[in-house]
């Protein structure tokens, strides 16, 4: 997380066998807010400070400025 400046940063869900919670033995799309929050704090910003960053680097991404 380090290594990528936040304004190249996307966050997916496609990864259902990488194991985020000890309890399941998949990740499923509701885990993107989770795993949001965790980013959010280790960069030293807010929920919603991170969605404004996360939906802009979309945006620019698929060419929807």
Do not use: C, Q, W
Request: a positive charge.
């Amino acid at each position: 997380l380090k290594a990528v400046p936040l304004n190249h940063l996307l966050l997916e869900t496609n990864a259902p066998l990488m194991r985020f919670k000890a309890k399941r033995y998949f990740t499923e799309p509701i885990d993107i807010l989770d795993i949001a929050e965790i980013v959010a704090s280790e960069s030293g910003r807010t929920s919603a400070e991170l969605h404004a960053i996360l939906l802009a680097n979309a945006r620019r991404f698929f060419g929807l400025l």
